[in-house]
């Protein structure tokens, strides 16, 4: 197999030999371009591309990178571009972030990160087209780690695919979806298929830290750093070293811990509260939330920066009630799982039962179902389930609607649309979709 052909583009003879070098060493196969004059051509032979942001004519701005980013963009779109760039030019990057780069990172660079970065958006270009045809669960469960997420749906055997895919790698995973629909399972699962499973998985609900709380749980402290600090204690990012942070609720970080927390996902480096010295980390994290994050950068209220540094790779996780097909397998995994536990040999549902859990728009999504199967497990008499034994209001598990699930599906899919004036990104989110998902059912739907 080829080694990975890599394109530096950079206006300063000594980064592209000091890059050229340490990519050759790595076993890559390297070109470099000292301007953009023939980006384009050179760019077709490429596996990836790390693209400086500033050159001779224009060394602070950035506007030549953006150009440039844009070119590539229409040009050759499948091949991953990954910006190098100043501090002062990170809103440009943010910029070419949104026309298709797939990461930046930060002068001068870290060679471990660059490499990290690198080996990253090459696994995930050369897996994209076994991604695309990842909708079977056999073949999902024959990647190992996500055999344990329980599902029969299109959306969720998609989201395990690329899941898979990204498991390997070092990439910052952004989960996205609402509330109880198995986020930190994806987290955990990812970790599991990772390089990095034998060293510590960190959880961290960054909405239940206190502003005042939030560096020394992160970044730790040492002894007399206040009043109450009698000894050094190492924060999460220290004892997450060489492992996996889990980030959960991201969405609902202040501003001021933004700027602190981009600012270690940026460099891999921190300073514990009440210390000068700065301090490595080696570090995978995966952030978590359940807020529409796009509609709160539009406000003013999380970072742009912060989001396309965490988003690098995003994984959707849709609403149980908008994949139906996944509702059963969950509830009968539950029960044995809960019957187990309570040492009451159950069977199963009774189709009365089936039609309720079906019925139900289950709003607390899977943490609701395994929550309802538990209860009814415990209050059962019959060798089966029954519909008396589910504790749901009846009132939301009335009887299936007549009109056909395709139907429903379609009208759905088109008021969402018709509300937001054909915008994608918006109709989804209100569907509880990824676009990848509604793109699909109006070509489904043929609307």
């Known amino acids: 197999m080829p080694p990975p052909r890599v394109l530096i583009v950079d206006d300063h003879p000594a980064v592209l030999e000091a890059m050229r070098l340490l990519f050759r060493q790595e076993g890559f196969a390297v070109a470099t371009l000292p301007d953009l004059s023939r980006l384009l051509e050179a760019a077709r032979d490429a596996d990836l591309i790390l693209l400086d942001m500033n050159f001779a004519r224009d060394t602070t701005s950035g506007a030549e990178g953006i150009e440039a980013m844009r070119a590539l963009a229409e040009a050759v779109p499948e091949v991953p571009v990954i910006l190098m760039t100043a501090w002062a030019t990170i809103e440009r990057a943010v910029e070419a972030m949104k026309l ?17 970065a690198c080996r990253a958006q090459l ?19 024959a990647r190992g780690e996500f055999s344990s997420i329980v599902g029969e749906s299109r959306e969720l055997l998609y989201v395990l695919g690329l899941a898979a895919d990204v498991a390997p790698t070092d990439a910052t995973v952004l989960i996205t979806g609402p509330a109880g629909t198995g986020k930190e399972l994806i987290a955990e699962a990812l970790h599991r298929g990772s390089p990095r499973r034998a060293r510590p998985f960190v959880r961290v609900h960054v909405g239940a830290l206190a502003e005042s709380l939030f560096e020394r749980e992160l970044f730790g402290h040492v002894r007399g750093a206040f009043t109450d600090a009698r000894e050094d204690r190492p924060g999460r990012f220290a004892v997450a070293h060489g492992g996996t942070l889990f980030l959960d609720e991201i969405g609902t970080l202040a501003p001021a811990q933004q700027v602190k927390l981009l600012r270690v996902l940026q460099e891999g480096e921190f300073e514990p509260v009440g210390s000068t010295r700065t301090q490595k980390v080696d570090v995978r994290v995966i952030a978590a ?37 996944d509702i059963l397998p969950c509830a009968r995994h539950f029960l044995r799982r809960a019957a187990e536990k309570s040492r009451k040999p159950l069977a199963g549902f009774t189709p009365a039962a089936e039609a309720t859990l079906l019925a139900h728009r289950w ?10 199967v538990e209860r009814a497990v415990i209050f059962a008499r019959g060798e089966r389930i029954d519909a008396a034994d589910l504790p749901l209001e009846r009132s939301a598990a009335s009887a299936p609607s007549a009109t056909p699930l395709g139907e429903l599906e379609r009208a759905a899919v088109e008021r969402a649309l018709r509300e937001h004036g054909g915008n994608i990104s918006r109709a989804a989110a209100q569907l509880g979709l990824s676009r990848a998902a509604l793109y699909r059912r109006i070509e489904k739907h043929g609307l």
Request: no cysteine; charged share 35%.
């Open 363 to 372: 709003p607390g999504n899977i943490r609701e179902l395994e929550n309802a």
């Open 123 to 141: 696994e995930l270009h050369q897996s994209g087209a076994r991604r695309s045809r990842k909708h079977d669960r056999a073949e999902v469960d």
């Open 100 to 116: 298709g780069a797939r990461d930046y990172l930060t002068k001068p660079w870290d060679n471990a990160r660059l490499l990290s």
């Open 289 to 325: 939330t359940n807020a529409d994050l796009p509609a709160e950068m539009a406000a003013g209220r999380f970072r742009e920066d912060l989001f396309y540094r965490l988003q690098v790779i995003e994984l959707h996780l849709p609403p149980l009630s908008s994949r139906p097909d």
